[in-house]
């Protein structure tokens, strides 16, 4: 079965500082990794994904995150962030193949707060 | 294109009712994922639909049902409720390959009294 550890719960960032939210994975084989965020009141929003090729993966709004085999992590970063950017942030895991590549397993989420 | 539209955006109901949300998915898309949100247990998912058939089901009681259409809307059913049951439910829906993201609609939520 695949898992999605977010280990901190928020993550406190002031404006115009780059930001970093960690997610780490555990799947069977290889991963599709997404990045989504959600508003108050909204559903989630997608920012970005890993499939294949190039670690490094760009998204919306300027995020983008860096792919990490050997550390099975997936954190998500911008090199300056806004005040706009504060929601709460779903890392999530899917495998290449079998029956849980039909579904996405979330981790808890990471409340981001930018400070102006 | 139009996203995602679940219907009702909210709903009350009471202990031992039953209730039926319904999901209409982006034009084109085939797959439709189901998931509760609570903050307890955080985002878990139910199910998921292609071209009217479940190809995978979460880790949930029968009570929790559902179905997809020829046109790919969606409904999920939730039999004899439970105080538990209150929740955020989330519609998501793709064009039917793992390599695609899901698009989520702005949930429904249910409260259960």
């Known amino acids: 079965a695949q898992s999605v550890a977010q280990p901190e719960d928020q993550v406190n960032v002031a404006e115009g500082n780059p930001l970093t939210v960690k997610c780490t994975y555990s799947?069977?084989?290889?991963?599709?990794l997404f990045w989504y965020v959600q508003y108050p009141n909204r559903g989630l929003q997608f920012l970005l994904k890993?499939?294949?090729?190039?670690?490094l993966v760009k998204g919306s709004y300027g995020f983008e995150a860096e792919f990490n085999k050997s550390q099975t992590s997936f954190h998500l970063k911008k090199p300056s962030a806004l005040v706009s950017d504060s929601a709460l942030y779903f890392c999530a895991v899917r495998p290449h193949s079998g029956a849980g590549s039909y579904q996405l397993t979330f981790g808890k989420g990471t409340k981001l707060s930018v400070i102006p | 294109k139009a996203g995602v539209t679940q219907t009702p955006r909210y709903l009350i109901k009471t202990r031992g009712q039953q209730v039926t949300l319904s999901c209409s998915p982006i034009?084109?898309?085939?797959?439709v994922s189901w998931y509760q949100q609570t903050p307890g247990q955080g985002l878990q998912f139910l199910f998921e639909?292609?071209?009217?058939?479940?190809?995978n089901k979460g880790n949930f009681p029968g009570r929790f049902s559902g179905r997809q259409f020829s046109n790919s809307r969606s409904e999920m059913n939730v039999s004899t409720l439970e105080l538990g049951d209150s929740a955020l439910y989330l519609c998501a829906s793709s064009p039917g390959t793992t390599t695609y993201e899901q698009y989520f609609g702005p949930g429904t939520r249910l409260t259960v009294t």
């Open positions: 890993y499939i294949t090729g190039d670690n």
């Open positions: 639909y292609f071209s009217e058939t479940q190809r």
């Open positions: 799947v069977s084989g290889n991963p599709y």
């Open positions: 034009s084109g898309h085939r797959s």
